[in-house]
């Protein structure tokens, strides 16, 4: 009988040996003609720990809920390659153009096949998860703020 695959299925073994996260250059048309940064591939576990550290507890309501413009930093700084950037760096961008930073974002997240709509869902899951549950606090890898700028200590 004859096989009517079209794709030539793998074994675990060659998908964990295969080298899938990728790193790529980048366009910034906003900071000068042939500008860029390379970007790399985030891993599942690695976009994961970002939306965890992303979360915030509201104040007012005790709430588990994501911080979008934390979420955005982290993506930025774990996802920009070269040159390499920390969230002190990413807090000084914030006066550079929208469209540059928006342009890198986007190419960190497309790249790692996270969309807005995956982002919301994530943010669904996660507030319906205790933390002590998936053994990590939802501000793992973050410290308290003692420069005062607003940002997490760098690790």
């Known amino acids: 009988m ?3 695959r079209k794709l030539r299925i ?3 073994e060659q998908i964990w040996a295969a080298s899938d996260i990728e790193e790529r250059e980048v366009a910034v048309p906003q900071w000068g003609d042939g500008a860029g940064v390379v970007i790399r591939t985030l891993s599942q576990k690695q976009a994961s720990e970002l939306r965890k550290r992303a979360m915030r507890r509201n104040p007012l309501n005790g709430q588990q809920e994501m911080d979008n413009d934390l979420l955005e930093a ?3 700084v774990e996802g920009v390659v070269e040159p390499k950037f920390t969230m002190a760096d990413y807090g000084r961008l914030q006066d550079k ?3 540059a930073i ?3 974002l986007k190419a960190v997240m497309d790249s790692s096949g996270l969309t807005e709509a995956s982002l919301k869902e994530a943010t ?3 507030e319906t998860e205790p933390d002590a549950a998936n053994g990590v606090s939802a501000s793992a890898g973050t410290e308290d703020d003692a420069r005062g700028d607003g940002w997490p200590n760098e690790r």
């Open 124 to 126: 669904k899951s996660t």
């Open 97 to 99: 153009s929208m469209a």
């Open 2 to 4: 004859e096989s009517t």
């Open 102 to 104: 928006s342009t890198i």
């Open 74 to 76: 982290l993506l930025f």
């Open 10 to 12: 793998l074994t675990a």
